[in-house]
């Protein structure tokens, strides 16, 4: 989850790149660069699979499904390695249209 989180950062701030600036009123900021298109692609091109979910008990024409043990099982260990606390969500465009819009952000 860590490396995802970096992943994200990077994708939404940029690459360091070890230049430090001074501001007039004192603050120091680190100057970070854009990464390429291919870069942010390849940050973001996995896929993040969905826990399984049940199937209805009772389906469309109103018969009674029977769910089995091991159906219970896999969804509860599918929603233990998949669940929404499980990973990070990946960076979208709005998120990085906000960050690199300039609106107080460097």
């Known amino acids: ?3 995802q989180r970096r992943d994200k950062d990077k994708v939404l701030h ?3 790149s070890g230049i430090i600036k001074r501001l007039p009123h004192g603050e120091f ?4 660069e854009p990464l390429t298109q291919e870069q942010m692609h390849t940050l973001t091109a996995h896929e993040q699979p969905k826990p ?3 199937e209805p008990e009772v389906d469309e024409n109103g018969v009674v499904r029977k769910v089995k043990a091991t159906q219970k099982l896999r969804v509860r260990l599918s929603k233990g ?3 929404e606390d499980r990973y ?3 960076a979208t465009a709005t998120e990085y249209e906000e960050i ?3 609106h107080g952000h460097h």
Not at 29 to 32: A, C, G, S, Y
């Open 29 to 32: 900021i680190e100057v970070h």
């Open 52 to 54: 399984l979910a049940l």
């Open 88 to 90: 990070v969500p990946k």
């Open 1 to 3: 989850m860590g490396l």
């Open 81 to 83: 390695y998949y669940g």
């Open 100 to 102: 690199t819009s300039g």
């Open 14 to 16: 940029g690459r360091e």
